[in-house]
């Protein structure tokens, strides 16, 4: 698809300079919530032996998590694009308390699927209004705001296996209770954060009602809804791939390597570390050099990586994954502001849908994943795996909405 053509977008925030504390407060409430899901990751070979669980019944664990979130954050969206709720984040974080402290009590594997289950419905609400608050603190740099936003949550998933490692695995399940400290930091700061939302949103709403204008797109309706179709393929081999690391990548280095849970917990938090890293890069590269080009390099780029992956020794798979982690984070703040200039006018809306449908892939593949792994082998899943990326090439039927912008 070649053609090239302008969005009018919605008009600036109220204050046209980028609100880093703000940013820095909506991170660090993302480095909390991300933090504590990842925990819930992190401790599944102790989940595993407790409830004597199958690899399949492991992904249903994502999978109820993920499909909560999946299922719920397109409905906030749009339901918070009309009707704003600036402290609705604190409500939401309570939610993932208490799925906490389920969790650290839960006698069965039914209550950790509760447990689980509210964990999501506090991300659902979490991530679209935080998307919102990240684009409306950006002062028009939109994908580094959204990088800031991003990196928050991957750096707490990348600290959540260490955490796990050092702290729930040697206590044990009830352990996990302590986690709901950081819970309620995270609710005092999102309450902090929904007041300045608050009053950003009346100021705003004040100069949209006298100017009477209203953010459109001139791309055709055909042409806005197959770009978003192809950016969801994009999501789709994103996020199936890193949930083949994120939920089995422990298990594949003590399959394959021997090694104990503690040391493959490490190599997690490198791999996320790496994502973390690659997060941060991918907003400012594409503010500069188009999130377009990102989009290519980010997902068409990493496939040499995964494709050698499953037949490297442990000293080259460290090597490889941590590769594979920084080029394949780098896409998505990238395909999020892409589909927010697509679609302008409805940040909460495309938040909502692509981070529902990130976190319904990722709940999706882990269950279709942890089936393949019981029935295949868990090597067997990352030598299927190696070819999604290959799914980037589809990048080039993208319009180039930014080349007006990049002269």
């Known amino acids: 698809m070649s053609n090239s053509i302008a969005t009018s977008a919605a008009p600036p925030s109220t204050n046209d300079q980028t609100r880093f504390r703000v940013l820095g407060a909506i991170s660090f409430s993302h480095f909390l919530n991300d933090m504590i899901q990842s925990l819930i990751l992190a401790i599944y070979p102790l989940l595993k032996g407790e409830f004597n669980l199958s690899f399949t019944q492991i992904g249903l664990i ?18 918070t694009d009309k009707h704003p709720k600036p402290y609705s984040l604190s409500v939401g974080m309570g939610a993932t308390l208490l799925g906490l402290l389920l969790l650290a009590v839960a006698p069965n594997y039914g209550t950790v699927l509760l447990a689980a289950a509210l964990v999501g419905t506090g991300s659902s609400i979490f991530h679209p209004e935080s998307s919102r608050i ?37 206590h044990g399940q009830s352990s996990v209770a302590w986690f709901a400290l950081a819970a309620l930091l995270a609710m005092v700061v999102l309450w902090k954060i929904g007041g300045w939302y608050r009053r950003q949103h009346l100021n705003s709403a004040g100069k949209h009602k006298k100017s009477g204008t209203a953010a459109v797109s001139s791309l055709p309706p055909r042409t806005v809804a197959w770009a978003i179709f192809i950016l969801l393929v994009l999501i789709f081999s994103k996020y199936f791939y890193l949930t083949s690391i994120s939920s089995y990548y422990i298990f594949y280095l003590m ?63 460290g090597v490889l994954t941590f590769v594979i982690g920084l080029i394949l984070a780098s896409a998505f703040s990238a395909i999020l502001v892409f589909a927010q200039e697509l679609v302008p006018g409805k940040v909460g809306a495309v938040s909502g849908m692509f981070f529902g449908f990130a976190f319904g892939m ?36 993208l319009p180039n909405i930014e080349r007006h912008r990049l002269r």
């Open 362 to 397: 990722g709940g999706i593949g882990a269950a279709v994943l942890g089936s393949l792994a019981d029935t295949h082998g868990i090597e067997y899943v990352y030598r299927l795996c190696a070819y999604l990326p290959l799914l980037g090439m589809l990048t080039v039927f």
């Open 255 to 317: 399959s394959k390597f021997h090694l104990s849970v503690q040391s493959a917990q490490v190599h997690l938090f490198v791999f996320l570390f790496a994502v973390a890293a690659g997060t941060m890069l991918g907003g400012p590269i594409g503010d500069r050099i188009g999130r377009k080009r990102v989009i290519w390099g980010s997902i068409l780029g990493v496939a040499p990586f995964t494709l050698a992956l499953p037949y490297a020794d442990l000293m080259w798979t």
């Open 62 to 79: 994502t999978l109820t998590y993920q499909i909560t979130a999946s299922l719920l954050q397109p409905v906030v969206g749009l339901y």
């Open 134 to 170: 990240a684009r409306l603190a950006s002062g028009g740099r939109h994908a580094l705001a959204q990088s800031i936003f991003q990196v928050g949550g991957n750096t707490g998933s990348a600290v959540g296996p260490l955490l796990a490692a050092w702290i729930i695995i040697p």
